[in-house]
């Protein structure tokens, strides 16, 4: 049972203001790492040629329009708004995997050769440490807030955290072994874990 817990399906009873500006403030500090994380990774991506980088870079982006909706729904008080905003969410990891795939197989056809970034790798490691803290607060939060739309966040920076690892390994292979299609690889499996996430987000939109 991924992430859930009894409580995180609860309706909102006795909301503390406390724990609404904690998350508040967790989705601000996951907006600014990431807001920072896409420049950074989409121009190392466009100065190396790495599928891997671009979709990370990619990610990074969908994740802030996941905190954007995430921030919009907490601070609104009707319920209502968690099945718009999990459709949202939804919405745009389909996007992202569709995209990632499509530039991914292009760069496997065509043999292209990622050169490496080594500056790309070290914020790699950054995000993945920072990105599970960030998670953990999200899910302890949410669920004590009883807030499925926050607790499914915390999935989106939980899944943030492990494809900078697996982006991570695949650049890394790549720039120490000069095994060009370990990045490509690397980026396919932002693909699948786009599909999961985003029909895991447009089912609990449409429950």
């Given at each position: 049972?991924?992430?859930?817990?009894?409580?995180?399906?609860?309706?909102?009873?006795?909301?503390?203001p406390?724990?609404?500006?904690?998350?508040?403030?967790?989705?601000?500090?996951?907006?600014?790492?990431?807001v920072?994380?896409?420049?950074?990774?989409?121009?190392?991506?466009?100065?190396?040629?790495?599928?891997?980088?671009?979709?990370?870079?990619?990610?990074?982006?969908?994740?802030?329009?996941?905190?954007?909706?995430?921030?919009?729904?907490?601070?609104?008080?009707?319920?209502?708004?968690?099945?718009?905003?999990?459709?949202?969410?939804?919405?745009?990891?389909?996007?992202?995997?569709?995209?990632?795939?499509?530039?991914?197989?292009?760069?496997?056809?065509?043999?292209?050769?990622?050169?490496?970034?080594?500056?790309?790798?070290?914020w790699?490691?950054?995000?993945?440490?920072?990105?599970?803290?960030?998670?953990?607060?999200?899910?302890?939060?949410?669920?004590?807030?009883?807030?499925?739309?926050?607790?499914?966040?915390?999935?989106?920076?939980?899944?943030?955290?492990?494809?900078a690892?697996?982006?991570?390994?695949?650049?890394?292979?790549?720039?120490?072994?000069?095994?060009?299609?370990?990045?490509p690889?690397?980026?396919?499996?932002?693909?699948?874990?786009?599909?999961?996430?985003?029909?895991?987000?447009?089912?609990?939109?449409?429950?």
């Open positions: 049972m991924a992430w859930y817990s009894v409580r995180a399906r609860l309706p909102f009873i006795m909301k503390s406390s724990l609404l500006q904690r998350g508040l403030w967790l989705e601000y500090a996951t907006l600014g790492w990431n920072a994380g896409t420049v950074v990774v989409l121009t190392a991506a466009v100065q190396t040629g790495s599928a891997a980088l671009a979709g990370f870079g990619l990610d990074s982006m969908i994740e802030i329009f996941a905190s954007v909706v995430v921030v919009w729904q907490l601070k609104g008080s009707e319920r209502g708004r968690e099945g718009l905003a999990l459709k949202l969410i939804g919405s745009a990891f389909i996007a992202l995997a569709v995209y990632v795939f499509v530039q991914s197989l292009w760069t496997l056809l065509a043999k292209a050769h990622p050169a490496p970034s080594p500056f790309g790798m070290i790699l490691v950054l995000t993945c440490a920072i990105m599970l803290l960030l998670a953990w607060g999200k899910l302890d939060t949410g669920c004590q807030l009883g807030n499925l739309v926050l607790t499914a966040e915390a999935r989106v920076t939980f899944i943030d955290a492990a494809l690892g697996a982006v991570l390994v695949g650049v890394g292979l790549n720039a120490q072994f000069g095994w060009w299609w370990a990045d690889l690397a980026g396919l499996v932002i693909v699948y874990y786009g599909l999961r996430e985003g029909r895991f987000a447009l089912k609990h939109g449409y429950a």
